[in-house]
């Protein structure tokens, strides 16, 4: 399918015009290596994002502040299906629908903006590998709804990005928890006003016996 394809073939002609074919293992191998780059993502790094010039509670409580707010800003307001939810009809239905298309786009304009606007957020220098985190999962989350949108161009990536998608989920659960657990480290607590009061709900003890 798609570019995948095309390299699939590219691989085959060459092996044959060389005088040499390559075994159908090797085909498959190479195959699936190309699918890997494809699925492979940018990864941010600290050039990627501006350090807060200190880290007093007020800094912090922003900090804690706008990153919230670039979720819950971000956050679809339209009726929609869960990724996994789409995913589940279009198997069941066996076809994909022009709703499912724009569900998943709606979705990924979600993360695209999430992750635009967590970029540009001053951040506390010992919040840096928690944001990073964060980022970089938003970022995959990202690619793996995009590359579920071309399932009709390209079902084998869509599969891939499926296969990455419940390890990124999980992985945003990790980052958001982690988020808690360093601004409840600091001395800025958590006021009803605040946005940050989002990720209480991710106090690694929140909700548990």
Not at 28 to 40: G, P
Not at 99 to 122: H, N, R, V, W
Not at 161 to 168: A, G, L, N
């Amino acid at each position: 399918t798609g570019q995948v394809a095309i390299n699939f073939i590219q691989n085959y002609i060459s092996g044959k015009a060389n005088g040499y074919g390559l075994s159908d293992e090797q085909l498959v191998k190479n195959t699936v290596d190309n699918l890997k780059t494809e699925a492979e993502d940018r990864m941010y790094g600290v050039r990627d994002i501006e350090i807060a010039k200190d880290s007093s509670t007020t800094t912090v409580k922003n900090y804690g502040n706008a990153v919230a707010n670039a979720i819950l800003d971000n956050a679809t307001t339209k009726k929609t299906r869960s990724e996994m939810a789409i995913m589940a009809d279009i198997v069941n239905k066996n076809e994909v629908t022009d709703q499912d298309i724009a569900d998943l786009k709606l979705l990924t304009e979600m993360y695209k903006g999430t992750l635009e606007d967590t970029l540009t957020i001053p951040v506390p220098r010992e919040f840096t590998k928690e944001h990073l985190d964060l980022i970089n999962v938003y970022s995959a989350l990202y690619h793996d709804v995009q590359g579920l949108t071309e399932i009709i161009n390209d079902p084998v990536k869509a599969l891939l990005r499926v296969k990455r998608y419940e390890d990124d989920v999980k992985g945003l659960t990790i980052a958001m928890e982690n988020i808690y657990v360093s601004l409840s480290k600091s001395t800025y607590t958590f006021q009803a006003e605040d946005s940050a009061t989002l990720f209480v709900s991710f106090a690694p003890n929140f909700n548990k016996p």
